[in-house]
């Protein structure tokens, strides 16, 4: 049967692609790792500044057993299932369902692909640039004073907020 692509939303980052594969491999059994490609992305908490990754993990075709299909039709009604690595440590594993990414071929540039792309990069900016002003209004000066609480404030015209 084909396993559907799980994602797998924190992964610590002492686990790498191996030991992830060893996991599933020790989980479906067989001779072969059932695993094609694992895909690890850092990424940081923003509430605590911790590392982290996120994973990726596509399946080869896998022997159908009883502990499969149920994890696998649980992953298909887009429940989240809790999976125990090393316990007491556990995944949270749900169905992938992001879209694979599709890059545009590369290629040579015309002078008439050229100016297109030179518009479409000059409406871009136009639309950014308006918002680069709201987020330069909520800036404080570099000449800034502290008042006794801490709070910022402008010389000439006492606190900010």
Same mark, same amino acid.
């Given at each position: *049967?084909q &396993?559907?692509?799980?994602?797998?939303p924190r992964?610590s980052?002492n686990?790498?692609?191996?030991y992830?594969?060893?996991i599933f491999?020790?989980?479906?059994?067989?001779?072969e790792t059932p695993?094609s490609?694992i895909?690890?992305?850092?990424?940081e908490?923003?509430?605590?500044?911790q590392?982290?990754?996120?994973?990726?993990?596509?399946?080869k075709?896998?022997?159908?057993t009883?502990?499969?299909?149920?994890l696998?039709?649980?992953?298909?009604?887009?429940?989240?299932?809790?999976?125990?690595?090393?316990?007491?440590w &556990?995944?949270?594993?749900?169905?992938n369902t992001?879209k694979?990414?599709?890059?545009?071929?590369?290629?040579?540039?015309?002078e008439k692909?050229?100016?297109?792309i030179?518009?479409?990069q000059?409406?871009?900016k136009?639309?950014?640039?308006p918002?680069?002003?709201e987020?330069?209004?909520?800036?404080?000066p570099?000449?800034?004073?502290?008042?006794?609480?801490?709070e910022? *404030?402008?010389?000439q015209?006492?606190? &900010?907020?």
């Amino acid at each position: *049967m084909q &396993f559907p692509s799980i994602f797998i939303p924190r992964v610590s980052c002492n686990n790498n692609e191996a030991y992830i594969e060893s996991i599933f491999w020790h989980y479906f059994g067989g001779n072969e790792t059932p695993i094609s490609r694992i895909d690890l992305i850092l990424k940081e908490d923003a509430r605590s500044g911790q590392i982290y990754q996120i994973a990726f993990v596509h399946f080869k075709e896998v022997a159908e057993t009883e502990s499969i299909q149920s994890l696998a039709s649980q992953l298909e009604n887009g429940e989240s299932v809790k999976f125990v690595h090393s316990y007491p440590w &556990f995944w949270i594993l749900r169905k992938n369902t992001s879209k694979p990414k599709v890059r545009g071929m590369p290629r040579v540039l015309t002078e008439k692909d050229e100016a297109e792309i030179m518009k479409a990069q000059e409406e871009l900016k136009a639309k950014k640039a308006p918002q680069e002003e709201e987020k330069g209004k909520k800036r404080l000066p570099y000449d800034a004073e502290f008042d006794e609480y801490g709070e910022p *404030m402008d010389p000439q015209h006492g606190t &900010f907020w």
